[in-house]
Structure formats: C-alpha cells, structure tokens
C-alpha cells in the first residue's frame, strides 16, 4: 500500500534567520589493498579508485562529514528512526547496508541492538570507498564492494537495508532483484532515496531563479549518465516487481532551510541545508564539468547564486524522501 503524504510544510513567517548547522566526522578502515587507496583527485576533490568512476561524488573529509549529517536529515525525517520495517528482531541474524558510506548507520544504533539482541551475529556494509571507522563491534564487518557486480555472499541476510543510492545505480531493477535473490525467506528490504527534484509550494522557488537552474541542469547529466536522480517514486513498483510482498511506500517532505513553522519540520530543514549547502561543489563539479561540459568556474559562479538563494528567508524549497519495504515471501 501506499501512504497518504504529509501535510503541506507551514512556512513560519516570524523566522528570518538563515544560520545552518554542521555536525560529524568519519576516518579509516583496514585490510585493504594499496590500489583502493589510491584515490584519484579532480577539481581539488579526492574521489574512490575501486572501480573510479562509478560513483559520482567525492569520498574526502569534507564529504565524509557531509554524509553524516545527511544521516541526520534522512533518520530524523521518518521520525528519529533507522528504518521503517516491521522487523521481528529475535528472527534477525545477518545485515546487510549496500553502500554503506561512512559507516554511520551501522556504527550507531545498530551497536545497541547488537547488544540487546544476541542473535545477531553479523551485520556487514559494503561500499566503493574503505572510509568507514574501525571502532566498531566484532560482528560488524565493512568490505570494499560494487552492487552492481554479481552477489557471492556465503549465506542469504534477514535484513538488507539500501539508502541513499540516487545518481549511483545503472540497473535499478537488476540491483532490487540482487536484494531480493540474497534474502532468507521471510526477510526484509528497505530501501530510503530521494527524489531530488526541487520544488516549492508557494511558488517562492521561481521558473528564473538560479536553484531551479542548478538543480535541473543537475538532473539532466546524471540522467545522461543513466544514474537515475529522481529514485524515490519509483521504488515501489522496483520492489512489487521483483516479487516483494507486504510492500509499504511512504513518503516523506524535507524542507531545505529554517523556514516552516513546525519546530521539528524547523529542525530538520536547518540539518538539510547545511547538507546542501556543504555538498554544491561535491553534486556538481565533475557532472557539470566532465558531462556537460561547463568551465569549472561557470559552475563556481552558479553555486555562488544558488548559496546565496538557498539561504534567503523567502526562498521556501523542498524535496522528498521517500521509503519503501517489502518482504520476501515465505
């Protein structure tokens, strides 16, 4: 079924601040090779060298400090939550999150379940880049991986868990079928992505302005690249047809600044725009410049329009998130 979405976002007319917040740092993981650790540098940005290419954004400090905080937006937009799956935990032995980033989502709360479930005894991440902290449980294991190659994992998982995979995936339904394929009968996968396509609801986000322009010349060379930017509507129909029952879709509003009157919608703009604001360069510089062809300093000088608009009061922009879950039948 699919979830009724959210009320309109109330803009609050008695804000004005445009301050942002920041928050977070990630660093190392071991027992690698010296060729994934020669990371490739464009545009003054360090990018991952398993595989270079694949996947379109950095993996330096700056990044890295940028997707935790992303962690932050996408957890506190369904509710201060990890994931949405009704998972019955004591039936819950291997985990696994594909394309595990900094690590984060394992390395937090997943650290108290492990204590208070002992049946638990594995839960794995996998990435392109080993940037992943080594302070983490000895049932928890990182690997450097493509999951877009093909699946050779020992035994099926209880749960996979797929997030924030916008402008990195080919072969959308190839990837949820893979998902699907290495599930024990009986587990979940949920998948949380964006649908990256701004939009405003007061008409304060104008055909003219420089956001509008950024975004949809971002959109179009991730679509030249065949790496979808606009996921999250279009995972329910991947996951009902790769054969998932019990199939939930949720969506979710994410504003991007302190404009709405609600003080937890509030909160999470200014967690989002932070993000934003610290990743223009990282979402943009090689799609603009390697896939479109524009000057590094033409994209410079839209970013600096478009800082300057995404921090303006009476600039009310959003995008969605979106969740969908399913089970494999038993």
Known sequence: MTEPAQPHIEVDT????DSVISDDISAFTASITSSVLDYPVEHGRRYHAFRAGVYILPNDELEQERLDLSHAVM??????????????????????????????WLSGKWNMLLTNWPSINQVLGNDLSPIQSPWVP??????????????????????????????????WPGLVKSIHDNLKPGGWAEFQDFD?????????????????????????????????????PRLDGWVRD????????????????????????????????AQVLSGLEAFSLRLFCNV???????????????RRELKSPGLHAQFDFHVAYGQKEE
Request: proline share 5%; aromatic share 10%.
């Open 242 to 273: 790769a054969g998932f029952t019990k199939v939930t879709h949720q969506r979710f509003r994410v504003p991007i600044g302190a404009w709405p009157k609600d003080r937890r919608m509030k909160e999470l703009g200014m967690y989002n725009i």
């Open 75 to 104: 957890t506190k937009a369904i509710g201060d939550k990890l994931f949405l799956a009704p998972l019955n935990m004591d039936k819950v032995h291997r985990v696994l999150d594909i394309g595990t980033g900094t690590g984060i």
């Open 138 to 171: 000895p049932n928890v294991k990182f690997e450097v991986d493509d999951v877009e190659c093909p699946w050779i994992y020992e035994a099926p998982f209880d749960f996979i868990f797929c997030r924030y995979m916008t402008c990195c995936i080919k072969d």
């Open 292 to 306: 479109l062809g524009w000057q590094e300093n033409e994209v410079l000088v839209l970013l600096s329009h478009v």
């Open 196 to 232: 990256l396509q701004y939009y405003s609801e007061d008409g304060s986000l104008k055909d003219d302005s420089h956001t509008l322009k950024w975004i949809t010349a971002l959109l179009e060379a991730a679509n030249k690249l065949g790496r979808e930017p606009c996921t999250g």
């Open 14 to 17: 008695d804000d004005d601040r």
